[in-house]
């Protein structure tokens, strides 16, 4: 199956059909988008067979097709990693007039992170309207949650 991350508005419906949902999509990019600057373009992948994140790499984003700018609006955010150098895999989608359940493979690419990242956000503006699972672990996790701590 690959490496994947899996989030669902609850009770399928898009933000814009929970109270004051579009206001907390807005809300959840802004804080998507101090936590991208916070990364300041630069990831941390670990050295894998250690539990320590070593390795500092550029995270790239760009469209969801790999090439172009990434799309970050009040009202949808879709990238992927940079098609340069083999970074991308599957684009990152998530749009407020687009609910249910969705899933984003990325093959623990460098945008991975900002994938973990949107996740954190939208779990911490929508709460219980908003569930994410991965098939990462702690270790896969570790640098967003540091770096989510720090913006959050």
């Excluded at 407020?96 to 690419?109: I, L, M, S």
């Amino acid at each position: 199956m690959g490496y994947t991350h899996y989030w669902e508005f609850k009770n399928r419906v898009a933000p814009q059909d929970i109270e004051n949902g579009k206001e907390k999509f807005k809300e959840a990019v802004k804080l998507f988008k101090d936590c991208l600057a916070e990364c300041n373009g630069k990831t941390r992948y670990p050295n894998w067979g250690e539990n320590s994140f070593k390795k500092e790499v550029p995270m790239k984003l760009a469209g969801g097709n790999g090439y172009g700018e990434p799309i970050i609006t009040d009202t949808q955010v879709i990238f992927n990693g940079e098609r340069k150098d083999d970074n991308c895999h599957e684009a990152f989608i998530i749009c407020v007039d687009r609910g249910g359940w969705d899933f984003c493979k990325t093959a623990r690419k460098p945008y991975d992170t900002a994938v973990c990242l949107a996740l954190l956000s939208f779990k911490k503006v929508f709460g219980d309207d908003f569930e994410y699972t991965s098939d990462g672990g702690e270790t896969e996790w570790e640098w967003a949650k540091s770096v989510f701590n720090k913006a959050a």
